[in-house]
């Protein structure tokens, strides 16, 4: 099993601020922002480290020399219109983009600036939703009906094939009735099957606000809509503001809190996206610290022990013999290894045990 990296792609029609949010959370990014549609072409990749302030703590704890977070890896990709799906603007290829990752942040313009120009003419959230919504259904829906063909041929001498062909024949009929693929119920073999097509509306979505820096404590009439159109697809809502983003990388550290506090915030807008993230794909963190490094780890929820040791190494799951495992609240409050042992909060965990969030692990295994 591989280690684990989040990769989400930034979305959302030109102007909305996408390209901005970019530049402010992936540290070094060199995404251009400009106030004319288009302005990204190539996607730009960044990779942004997990903030966590527990890792301090543990680092503090173990003497590490040094911290090694969690990533998560971003992309930003052009600015999508209506027609992408038949190749307007840069149509197909920012499609294609999309497909790769595994989760969409789909940016929603929520915020009045004259001086920022919107390709519709106006302020809409459910509007420009709609627009991307359905580029994606038909871009889809054009995608599953070319599989399905080939699919019903491949069906007469694979047998494999017609798992394929039932889940598109339950696809490909929702995506005809404008209903995204993440709406449809599959097997979890039918599921496993079209995964390699990368159905766009099958991908989890949250809905990333774009307010001005004086709504983003309390939010205003364009995140309510933006709020009303995430219950109906069953999707989360995350209020950012890119140009708060962009002013906290001019602020040292310490100040940074400071300024959030005044906007009555207590976190920026890369640990909220985050956070949400990991909670729609079912990701958590556990830790391994020591006298060399302090580092995360990103594990799906369920993972057993072994499985989890496998992250870092398929070696620790052949071997796995057992895991010493105690929570970063109890480490926390005990200050240190040695008292969490004394205390009797280390435990001893074996093969079935169910990695929870924050544990602090040590595994013990046959090479």
Not at 82 to 100: D, V
Not at 302 to 315: K, Y
């Amino acid at each position: 099993m591989l280690y684990l990296m989040l990769r989400a792609g930034n979305v959302g029609l030109p102007n909305v601020g996408k390209s901005t949010l970019f530049n402010a959370i992936v540290e070094n990014s060199k995404a251009q922002a400009a106030n004319f549609p288009f302005c990204t072409i190539e996607p730009n990749v960044g990779i942004v480290d997990v903030p966590d302030a527990r890792m301090a703590r543990l680092a503090e704890i173990a003497s590490s020399e040094r911290i090694l977070p969690a990533r998560v890896e971003i992309v930003d990709i052009a600015g999508l219109v209506k027609g992408a799906s038949q190749g307007e603007g840069l149509g197909n290829q920012f499609l294609a983009n999309i497909r790769e990752v595994d989760a969409i942040i789909h940016v929603v313009r929520c915020f009045e600036n004259d001086d920022i120009i919107h390709v519709a003419g106006s302020i809409d959230p459910a509007r420009d939703i709609e627009i991307i919504n359905i580029e994606l259904m038909l871009s889809d829906m054009a995608q599953g009906e070319r599989r399905l063909e080939r699919a019903r041929k491949e069906a007469r001498t694979k047998k494999e094939a017609q798992v394929e062909v039932e889940a598109l024949e339950k696809l490909v009929p929702a995506l005809q009735e404008g209903r995204p693929a993440r709406s449809v119920t599959l097997t979890e073999d039918e599921d496993k099957a079209i995964r390699p097509l990368g159905l766009l509306t099958r991908k989890p979505v949250i809905f990333a606000a774009n307010v001005s820096e004086h709504d983003l404590a309390t939010g205003n009439k364009y995140v309510d809509v933006v709020r009303e159109v995430a219950k109906t697809e069953g999707a989360q809502v995350v209020v950012i503001s890119a140009q708060v983003e962009a002013e906290l990388l001019e602020l040292p550290e310490e100040d940074r809190k400071e300024y959030l506090a005044s906007l009555g915030v207590s976190e920026g807008g890369l640990q909220s996206l985050i956070r949400a993230t990991y909670m729609l794909l079912g990701l958590q963190t556990y830790f391994t610290c020591g006298p060399k490094e302090t580092r995360a780890w990103t594990v799906l929820r369920g993972m057993t022990a072994p499985q989890a040791a496998g992250v870092i190494h398929s070696d620790f799951e052949r071997g796995f013999i057992r895991a010493e495992t105690v929570s970063y609240k109890d480490l926390d409050e005990t200050s240190s290894m040695a008292n969490a042992k004394a205390k009797g909060l280390v435990r001893s965990e074996g093969k079935e045990y169910v990695v929870q969030e924050g544990d602090v692990m040590h595994f013990l295994f046959n090479v």
